[in-house]
């Protein structure tokens, strides 16, 4: 059964969007075979680039049956503009819709990926075979070294943005084409939608003053309680 699976999957056409990071991609796989590849500088403020792309891919194959995304973390902008897409076309094409998290999305076989988290910390993260098998966790400077230090001396440490503190790290970007092949995987796991992007910290209460001295929510316009927005890490 699962061989069956497997080559149906080999059989489908799979397009993969990532833009967590400041290169953007698109891939295109058929039967198996990448087709189509293309990378650009990921402009987070301007999606352009993204959308003339998709224009020429789905001009020149049609539509696909898988749509694969990667979901981070990395530039919140940048996956939410790539989830939205995505969340268009499989509404347009009626394609099975399935995320992935970016740094699972490296060409190589056995690697640790950091990266900025903001507020004085950095993630760290732990993949084999484009699996994680450890975080991403959270850590300040400080316990990121100890941790990188005790790693084996040749484990690859990837990043995707330049962190200097950090003297074994190697700037390496996630592939679209790594997650047009990993979404013909049958057995592995995918989030299916609702899409989100991946976030590192649970969101959090903004009080304002008059909150603090004796109101128990920040109402907004349309009288809900307001949550300031979750942490949204750049980089990896």
């Excluded at 991609?25 to 039967?31: E, N, P």
């Excluded at 003339?52 to 973390?73: H, M, R, S, W, Y």
């Excluded at 991946?198 to 949550?227: D, F, I, W």
């Amino acid at each position: 059964m699962a061989g069956t699976i497997a080559r149906a999957k080999s059989r489908m056409k799979i397009l993969a969007l990532e833009l967590s990071t400041i290169r953007g991609s698109l891939a295109w796989l058929k039967d198996g075979v990448d087709l189509f590849l293309r990378e650009w500088s990921n402009d987070r403020k301007n999606s352009g680039a993204l959308f003339e792309n998709l224009d020429n891919i789905t001009k020149k194959f049609g539509t696909a049956q898988i749509i694969v995304v990667g979901l981070g973390p990395g530039s919140y902008a940048g996956t939410r503009i790539a989830i939205s897409a995505a969340i268009g076309l499989q509404v347009a094409s009626g394609a099975r819709l399935i995320g992935l998290p970016s740094i699972c999305a490296i060409e190589a076989a056995d690697y640790c990926a950091i990266g900025d988290a903001r507020r004085k910390s950095f993630f760290f993260a732990h993949i084999r075979a484009n699996e994680m098998v450890e975080g991403p966790t959270l850590f300040t400077e400080v316990e990121l070294k100890s941790k990188l230090a005790n790693l084996e001396g040749d484990m690859p440490i990837f990043c995707s943005e330049s962190l200097p503190q950090f003297d074994r790290a190697v700037i390496r970007y996630p592939s679209a084409v790594v997650l047009a092949r990993l979404a013909r995987d049958p057995d592995r796991s995918f989030s299916s939608p609702p899409l989100e992007p991946m976030y590192l910290r649970e969101p959090h209460v903004t009080m304002p003053k008059e909150a603090r001295s004796g109101n128990t929510g920040v109402q907004s316009a349309t009288g809900r309680t307001r949550c300031s927005e979750p942490v949204r890490p750049t980089g990896l």
